[in-house]
């Protein structure tokens, strides 16, 4: 087992607000992790500076070895998958689907900029398959409905095949159906023998896939609970994550929670 996340006192702040507050946490290579909290927890900060995008005020990041500030980023971010809407806001509207996954590779969106060698076009049409969107490979990212870009976004992730796999609300916006069947997609790739290592946000319990080990629980940029997700997933950690009487149950592996009556 090796460690592929190191957050160890780690602070963001802007003018007179803590996005992240005195944070640590680690996630090692076998483990796959969901961060849970309420809108402004700070969680797509914290999937910022563990894809290598922003630097924190303080504190120290090591990713897959390597210690954050002392690399180049643009060497640790090809290692490294992340999904999110401010990925998905640079995929130009005109691109196609296999481009846009298959740019990845490259480093840039728009694949005017690059030809491609035919075992990056392979693996994109792999990716596709295993996304579930290889009838769209023609069609325009901009076309696409919000699951449809959710799953391109996933297989663009990766692209580059990461150790380290980020998704931001992967399940945002989705209808029922829409919901089960990418979380059915998550599940295959969190069960996976050779999956990357992943982090999964969500503010949704009932979002979270099979497959998922570990929990990570953030209210006002701060860490609630961390560890086993059997052992941190109680209605206690809930509670004091959301501010509210929770009760959760576990069926056949996914999550539910509702308030107490
Ligand atoms: N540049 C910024 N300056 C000040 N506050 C910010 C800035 N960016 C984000 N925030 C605030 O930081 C908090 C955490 O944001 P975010 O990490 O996006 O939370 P989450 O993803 O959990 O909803 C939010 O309250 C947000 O409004
Ligand atoms: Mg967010």
Known sequence: ???????????????????????????????????????GAGKTTLMQVISARMFPTSGEVWLLGE??????????????????????????????????????????????????ADVDVARAE?????????????????????????????????????????????TAGLDLAGRESLLATLSDLALGQSSPTSVMVTHHVEEIPLGVTHGLFLKQGRVVAMGALGDVMTAEVLSRTFDMALRVDEIEGRWRAQAVR
Do not use: C, K
């Open 126 to 170: 792999t990716l596709m398959a295993q996304a579930r969107v290889e009838h769209l490979a023609g069609r325009r990212f901009g076309s696409l409905s919000v699951g449809e870009r959710q799953r391109v976004q996933i297989a663009r992730a990766l692209m580059t095949d990461p150790e380290l796999l980020i998704l931001d609300e992967p």
């Open 67 to 116: 210690r954050l500030g002392r690399i180049d980023v643009f060497e640790l971010r090809p290692r490294i998958g992340l999904a999110s809407s401010a990925v998905e806001g640079q995929i130009p509207a005109d691109e196609t689907v296999r481009d846009a996954v298959i740019s990845a590779a490259y480093a840039v969106f728009g694949r005017w900029r690059e030809s491609y």
């Open 1 to 39: 087992m090796s460690t592929v996340i190191t957050v160890s006192d780690v602070t963001v702040r802007r003018g007179n607000s803590f996005l992240l507050d005195h944070v640590s946490w680690q996630a090692d290579d076998q483990q796959r992790w969901v961060v849970i909290g309420p809108n």
